[in-house]
């Protein structure tokens, strides 16, 4: 069985910075893509930024420039650094991973932006 277990969401005012993190645990033989994802009130869920083996990364329009996405192969972690938050940001955070040729989700992390 393989889990994904995110940290680091919280309330953080607009213009600040928070660093989540997801360790990924159980049988793994390989990990391919990994990525985060959030999901605001009402909306759906939202690729926010995804990363390969290889480290290439691919990002959502609206976090270009601001998240930055990075991965320890080592360890089976992903991290996503947010910077310059802006309250549109807030939503539940959810890891994603392709782990032994199958796809897991985290639990969720609230980030919360206030104005």
């Known amino acids: 069985q393989v889990q994904l277990v995110e940290s680091g969401g919280g309330l953080v005012q607009a213009g600040g910075s928070l660093r989540l993190s997801c360790a990924a645990s159980?049988?793994?033989?390989?990990?391919?893509?990994m990525g985060w994802y959030r999901q605001a009130p009402g909306k759906q869920r939202d690729l926010v930024a995804s990363?390969?083996?290889?480290?290439?990364?691919n990002y959502a329009d609206s976090v270009k420039g601001r998240f930055t996405i990075s991965r320890d192969n080592a360890k089976n972690l992903v991290y996503l650094q947010m910077d310059s938050l802006k309250p549109e940001d807030t939503a539940v955070y959810y890891c994603?991973?392709?782990?032994?040729?199958?796809?897991?989700w985290g639990q969720g992390t609230q980030v919360t932006v206030s104005s």
């Open positions: 994603n991973a392709r782990v032994n040729y199958l796809y897991y």
């Open positions: 159980g049988t793994i033989f390989s990990i391919n893509v």
């Open positions: 990363i390969t083996s290889g480290a290439y990364t």
